[in-house]
């Protein structure tokens, strides 16, 4: 008996009926997506087109500060000038302090006076409305007070210690 572990090439052929499930249209597999620019220009000025509230920017999917772990920095976030982001922070540390209580990180603060300091933080800095929720304002701000308690705790501990 001969074994030949040749296989003919019509093997390697498959031939479908026409009867088969359709292949999936393009538009289905593409994240290609068509807008009609043409329809928001016939809106009334009184009335806000839906493009607009879908031209939000979302949140960076993963952890804040943390981009060697699937997260991000606020500053590439952003992705604004050096001068605007500074003022933005620093104007935010001074909302934080003035609403939120500064001996407790951000998830701890109650939702007043999360509100609060969301509502002041986009009076004072309207460009904070092109983020979704408000983002970058609860960006900045749990960074504010992470900073703020754990450099508060490290003082403490110093004095205890001596």
């Given amino acids: 008996m001969d074994y030949c572990p040749y296989y003919p090439p019509i093997t390697l052929r498959k031939i ?69 982001y500074k003022e933005v922070q620093e104007g935010l540390h001074g909302v934080c302090e003035k609403y939120l209580d500064i001996s407790t990180t951000f998830p701890r603060q109650t939702p007043d006076a999360v509100s609060k300091f969301l509502q002041a933080a986009q009076e004072q800095f309207p460009i904070l409305g092109k983020y979704v929720d408000l983002w970058p304002a609860g960006d900045f701000a749990t960074m504010y007070l992470k900073n703020k308690v754990g450099s508060d705790r490290a003082r403490t501990r110093v004095r205890t210690e001596k």
Wanted: hydrophobic share 30%.
């Fill in 16 to 84: 479908f009926d026409k009867d088969r499930s359709p292949s999936p249209s393009i538009s289905e597999i593409t994240l290609r997506r068509v807008f009609d620019f043409e329809a928001a220009h016939l809106v009334e000025d009184n009335e806000t087109p839906n493009l607009v509230l879908n031209t939000l920017i979302p949140r960076p999917r993963g952890p804040l500060s943390k981009p060697n772990h699937g997260g991000y920095t606020l500053r590439h976030a952003l992705g604004w000038d050096d001068g605007t």
